[in-house]
């Protein structure tokens, strides 16, 4: 039997194996986190909304990597 590939998945699994991608997923989750944790960490409403900006920040980072991958 002959093993062909198709050239748009040969292309599309170069694309999902770049490491910069991934940095851009590692990033996003640490934003993220840093978000969380300034949303727990002190009782003031300022510093509670610029944790949320944080957070909503760093997730759509973690979801534009995720999004690169699938080529959407």
Known sequence: ???T??????ESMK???ETSIYTM???GVL??????YLRFAFD??????????ILFVGAFIACKGV?????A
Do not use: Y
């Open 44 to 53: 003031s409403t300022t510093l509670s909304i610029v944790s949320w900006l």
């Open 1 to 3: 039997m002959e093993n």
């Open 25 to 27: 997923i590692v990033a």
């Open 31 to 36: 934003v993220s986190l840093v978000g969380v």
């Open 67 to 71: 999004f690169k991958i699938l080529a």
């Open 15 to 17: 694309r999902a194996n």
């Open 5 to 10: 590939t198709n050239k748009s998945t040969e």
